[in-house]
């Protein structure tokens, strides 16, 4: 089962303007949200981060929103410029049967047009 | 400070070939690793996460298994590969507390 979903799989955006990513979860084990970009042939590098206890966090351009009655979280990029252009994917972290377990969405591609 | 190393970078294997990835971890002690793959056009799908040496969980049913001999080294292997083995494989690393996970370069394994 998918338990972390980004529903969009590409969102197109004009430079300077605000890109808004989405995601959604359906396990309330997970404590712990992180976002992730990506380029062709290279692995994730860490983005933002949020605390299941906390609402919001930012980061220079970067704002991580958590809705947790909704199970929703964002990723708002303000300004947003051509090298933002990649990747994104949505992570969530929760203590499992085993040990701790880190779940990532499908995610989605963002291309900002300069 | 802390890094992870994958390799190779790029494999071609035949139909029915073994698989042997391999993933070290350096400056950190106890980590929780993980395999991931991108299969093309799609997401990042949890294969396998160990939390100490010997221990491995699995995700999903499939053609793969991994290992962990070490406790910085995390090994993704397969007797014999399927062509639906092929995608970009990653492997991961975080804390206890899985505030931050890094992650290694990436392996693009195709099965021809």
């Known amino acids: 089962d998918q338990q972390v979903k980004q529903n969009s799989p590409s969102l197109s955006v004009q430079e300077g303007r605000i890109s808004i990513l989405n995601c959604d979860y359906t396990n309330s084990m997970f404590d712990y949200f992180l976002w992730y970009k990506k380029y062709p042939a290279e692995g994730p590098t860490f983005l933002i981060s949020?605390?299941?206890?906390?609402d919001k966090n930012e980061d220079g351009r970067f704002t991580v929103f958590l809705n947790k009655s909704a199970k929703h979280l964002s990723l708002h990029i303000v300004p947003s410029q051509p090298g933002d252009s990649a990747v994104y994917f949505c992570?969530?972290?929760?203590?499992?049967?085993?040990?701790?377990?880190?779940?990532f969405g499908a995610g989605t591609i963002l291309r900002v047009k300069s | 400070s802390q890094t992870i190393h994958q390799w190779p970078a790029t494999l071609v294997q035949p139909v029915g070939s073994p698989l042997s990835l391999e993933c070290t971890v350096e400056g950190t002690s106890n980590p929780n690793l993980y395999w991931y793959r991108q299969a093309a056009g799609r997401g990042l799908q949890l294969l396998f996460y160990?939390?100490?040496?010997?221990?491995i969980s699995s995700e999903v049913p499939q053609n793969l298994s991994a290992s962990r001999p070490q406790d910085r080294q995390f090994i993704l292997s397969s007797k014999k590969l399927l062509l639906s083995d092929s995608g970009f494989y990653l492997c991961?690393?975080?804390?206890?507390?899985?505030?931050?996970?890094?992650f290694g370069q990436g392996t693009r394994l195709t099965v021809v």
């Open positions: 949020i605390s299941s206890i906390k």
């Open positions: 160990s939390v100490g040496i010997g221990q």
């Open positions: 992570a969530a972290s929760a203590k499992w049967r085993d040990g701790n377990k880190l779940v």
């Open positions: 991961a690393w975080t804390g206890y507390a899985n505030t931050e996970a890094f």
